[in-house]
């Protein structure tokens, strides 16, 4: 009986050891899942996310699909979001995936991914981080179905130069009027 209780013991320790190779660090941070956290998109996602973003660590969180970096936490993720609706606000293209950014104020930037679904929220807060994570995510993120993207005033429009006057043929051209 002492040689199983030995043998278990020793199971435990070196499980223990590896699991912590590799475990997030530091206290949990508390944070609330998204509505759509339980979407199989979302766990793919969030099982990609690498162990150091940027020279932060990860840290453990406790809801579904969350994720936080930083000691204190620097930047938090959460996947499930809604998926934004077509904005005006910022939308920026990095490594093939689309981000809406917003500002909460000078130093908290909230950047949600646009055209896919269900979204990635990244709050990141620029004291301790800069919007380069965004970078560090864009391989997770790309596990997130693509449904769509960014665009911009030419693609709704189409060409954006200024039409000639009705009547006058364009410059350069050698057409008989």
Aim: proline letters at 10%; glycine letters at 10%; one cysteine or more.
């Amino acid at each position: 009986m002492a040689r199983g209780l030995s043998v278990g013991v020793g199971v435990l320790l070196v499980a223990a050891s590896l699991t912590g190779c590799n475990a997030p660090t530091g206290p949990t941070v508390p944070m609330e899942a998204a509505q759509d956290a339980a979407d199989p998109a979302c766990a793919e996602t969030m099982v990609r996310l690498p162990m150091n973003l940027n020279g932060l660590p990860k840290r453990s969180t406790n809801a579904q699909a969350t994720s936080a970096y930083g000691k204190p936490a620097a930047v938090l993720l959460r996947c499930g979001v809604p998926t934004p609706e077509p904005t005006t606000d910022r939308c920026i293209s990095i490594n093939g995936i689309d981000w809406v950014e917003r500002t909460t104020d000078n130093e908290v930037y909230i950047y949600t991914t646009y055209g896919r679904t269900p979204a990635l929220e990244v709050v990141i807060d620029t004291t301790k981080a800069s919007g380069e994570v965004l970078t560090g995510i864009t391989t997770p993120a790309s596990y997130l179905p693509k449904t769509g993207g960014c665009v911009g005033a030419e693609d709704v429009l189409g060409e954006t130069s200024v039409p000639e006057p009705a009547g006058t043929e364009p410059a350069g051209t050698d057409q008989p009027r």
